[in-house]
């Protein structure tokens, strides 16, 4: 009930505030009938924090609600879970355009994951096609390189730094959820730390990270003149 959920909300909103971040990520589970109610609830709270960038996870959200909510928001949102599947694109990028809002992209498309940054490269030079199409500036459009575990993909980190630098060279905005870098760790606060270093050396645009993690509050802090006053961290809820 969206009532047990307030309390929880609140309670994040007052670590954001806290540790000075620009906005709050938060994720709405699936719910069928009551998705709908739910995400509607959920912007009608956001729009008493203008001031904070939402990043809404929509997950497997249908058009309808996703278009919605997004709607009946005031204030600066970021669209997240969208893949470059052409069935996902065809759904949001129109939803995208008339909202004026921003987009996450992952870089996962109908054929899987890419391993290489090659790979992603070419995924990416095809949704700017797509987006273009829709008249979507690249301004509002952030890309995640789509971080996975380093334990069981430590080749793959390699590839995601070539990637993140080849966006950045290309003048296009990366956002990266830090904690999936961990995840399969007992001890995940110094790997999470490490990564944002790596990833604002790599000239990342914005972060998502756990509010409570110490360590990595202070890796950013340590790396703060590198986002020059952006909007660019978000925590999770």
């Given at each position: 009930p969206w009532a047990q959920r307030v309390p929880f909300i609140k309670k994040e909103l007052e670590t954001v505030q806290k540790i000075q971040a620009d906005g709050v990520s938060i994720s709405?589970?699936?719910?069928?009938?009551?998705?709908?109610?739910m995400l509607g609830k959920l912007m009608d709270f956001a729009n008493n924090y203008p001031q904070l960038l939402w990043l809404i996870n929509i997950g497997h959200s249908p058009e309808s609600v996703?278009?919605?909510?997004?709607?009946r928001f005031h204030g600066t949102s970021l669209i997240n879970f969208t893949t470059m599947e052409k069935c996902r694109l065809r759904e949001?990028?129109?939803?995208?355009?008339?909202?004026?809002?921003?987009?996450?992209?992952?870089?996962?498309?109908?054929?899987?994951?890419?391993?290489?940054?090659?790979?992603?490269?070419d995924m990416v030079r095809r949704f700017l096609d797509e987006i273009e199409k829709e008249n979507i500036p690249l301004d509002r459009v952030f890309i995640d390189p789509l971080t996975l575990p380093l334990v069981d993909n430590p080749i793959y980190i390699a590839?995601?730094?070539?990637?993140?630098?080849?966006?950045?060279?290309?003048?296009?905005?990366?956002?990266?959820?830090?904690?999936?870098?961990?995840?399969?760790?007992?001890?995940?606060e110094p790997l999470n730390a490490a990564y944002i270093s790596i990833l604002a050396a790599c000239g990342i645009d914005a972060l998502v990270i756990d509010p409570i993690e110490e360590q990595s509050l202070q890796s950013f802090y340590s790396s703060v003149n590198h986002f020059k006053g952006e909007k660019n961290v978000y925590t999770y809820s």
């Open positions: 709405i589970p699936t719910l069928g009938k009551h998705e709908s109610e996703i278009k919605e909510a997004v709607e949001v990028l129109p939803i995208v355009r008339g909202a004026g809002a921003n987009l996450v992209a992952q870089t996962l498309n109908d054929q899987g994951i890419q391993w290489s940054a090659q790979g992603r490269i590839s995601t730094i070539k990637f993140i630098q080849w966006l950045k060279a290309n003048g296009i905005k990366t956002i990266s959820w830090v904690g999936n870098i961990s995840l399969g760790i007992t001890d995940r």
